[in-house]
Each structure stands twice: as C-alpha cells, then as structure tokens.
C-alpha cells in the first residue's frame, strides 16, 4: 500500500512540469503502463488529475482547490506562537509578529520581555510604517509598482533623528530589506529601543508575515541586539518551513542567545 501511494504522489511533480502521456508518466515510475493507468484513473476519479482530449494528463482543479482552502485556512499566528516563545526565552527580549492588511502593518502577536522593562504596544494596533522592521519586511516584498505608489502616499514623521525623512530613502531602505532578508530599527521610533526583524514566508516565497524582537538600549545596546540576528532569522525559517508544510519535527535546535542582562523598570512605547 505504502509504494502504491508513494507511486500515486509521485506522479504529481511529473504532471506539474507539465502535461504528460501514459507511456511518460509509466517510464517516470519505472512502472508497466497497465501500473500506471490504474494510478492515473484512481488520481482522476478523485480530482487530482485531469485526461486531457489528446489522452495526455494534467494536475487537476481539484488539486488546486484543496491547496487553496489549505491556505486559507492556516493560522500564522498558531503555528508561530510557540516559536516565539521559545526565541524569547533563549534571549529574554520582547517578541512581536506582524502582518500586513489594508495597507496597514499590524501586530497579531507579542511576547513580553521577561526582564522588568516592557515595551508600549498592543495587539491590534498599526505600527510607524515608515519606520518599524517588520513594516520594511512586509513592504519590500511587495512589487515594485505597488511599493513605490504606497511610498509616495505615506507620511515621514520624525520620530527622531533616525527615522526615515521621505519615499525616496524608504524606498532605498526597503530595496536593501530585499536584498539582505533581514531589518532592524535602530532608534527611528524611538531613540532608546533598538529591534531587528526576519521574513516568515509561504510555500510560494511571499513573505505572509513579519517577526522581530527589540530591546531598550539600556538592556542591550544596537550592536549586541544584532548579535542575536542568526537566531532571528533561524526562528523566521523554522516557522515558514511549519507553515509552507515543510517542518521536519526533531530537528537541529537553535543554539541559546548570550546571558541575560537584568534591567531596571521603565515603560517604553512601541517600536
């Protein structure tokens, strides 16, 4: 049973390249055409594939449906969540995770500092566009037209001296966003928090959502925040490889972030 199914799915990447007769379809299983047929007709019953007109055969609109309603129906929150949990206790830092949704950055999730410091944002609520990491990952994977329109409609504020001043160095940010895979915010929201920012994207590439994790400079500095970037952007392809499907259960941890250093309580707004 177990080679018939194994026989049956791998028709499917045969038939993804493209339409394929029966003879092909039986050499590409090293199968007798009579083997195959019997594949192809019970792939065919349930949808899967399609017989062409001229005999050949096709993945089937069935197929199509199925992966689209999984899509739909896949929580990126859920299947993220623990992970963040788990980058938050190896470094202590505040975690969030953001999507992007009527041209608006939200976050869908946040895990609090385990040190007296909290950060000032909420589930729910947009981030500073312009400014924030997660927005440069969510905005830099969008296509060109569409990002250089929606940067010339947005507004600049200057949260400080290091936020972005106008569409022009924001779209020059967001094309090395694009090009490096990764993001920080150092002190453009606010000049005391700091965060660094990885993709988490879907089976067909496109970044669905957005994680980072910031700290107050008198936690950590700039430069000591980028030190956990590796085990951020680690985390981000754990949870896309879980949400694309492609998550191998048992596999290589992450190495644990350096010693935490405690803080002293202050309420800081969000980055």
């Not at 965060?195 to 000591?224: K, L, Q, W």
Request: proline share 6%; net charge neutral.
């Amino acid at each position: 049973m177990s080679q018939t199914v194994d026989r049956a799915l791998s028709i499917l990447p045969l038939l993804a390249q493209g339409p394929a007769n029966l003879e092909q379809v039986a050499t590409r299983l090293g199968v007798h055409k009579s083997t195959a047929l019997r594949l192809l007709r019970t792939l065919h019953e349930h949808g899967i594939v399609y017989r062409q007109p001229d005999q050949r055969y096709r993945l089937g609109a069935r197929l199509f449906a199925l992966a689209q309603e999984a899509v739909e129906n896949l929580d990126v929150r859920e299947i993220a969540h623990p992970h963040l949990v788990e980058l938050n206790e190896r470094c202590g830092h505040t975690v969030h995770l953001a999507v992007y949704e009527e041209n608006e950055v939200l976050y869908i999730d946040k895990v609090e500092s385990r040190y007296p410091v909290r950060m000032y944002s909420r589930i729910g609520k947009p981030v500073a566009i312009t400014v924030a990491a997660v927005a440069k990952l969510l905005l830099a994977d969008l296509p060109e037209p569409e990002r250089r329109a929606l940067a010339e409609r947005l507004e600049y504020p200057a949260y400080t001296a290091r936020s972005t001043p106008d569409a022009t160095a924001f779209l020059a940010e967001l094309a090395k966003v694009r090009d490096q895979g990764w993001a920080t915010d150092l002190g453009g929201h606010e000049e005391a928090i700091n965060c660094i920012g990885a993709p988490i994207r879907g089976a067909d590439g496109r970044a669905v959502a957005a994680m980072s994790v910031s700290a107050p400079s008198v936690v950590v500095t700039g430069d000591e925040l980028l030190k956990l970037l590796p085990l951020v952007r680690r985390t981000a392809d754990a949870i896309s490889r879980e949400y694309s499907g492609l998550h191998t259960p048992g596999g290589e941890a992450a190495p644990a972030a350096g010693p935490r250093t405690p803080g002293r309580t202050i309420t800081t707004a969000k980055d």
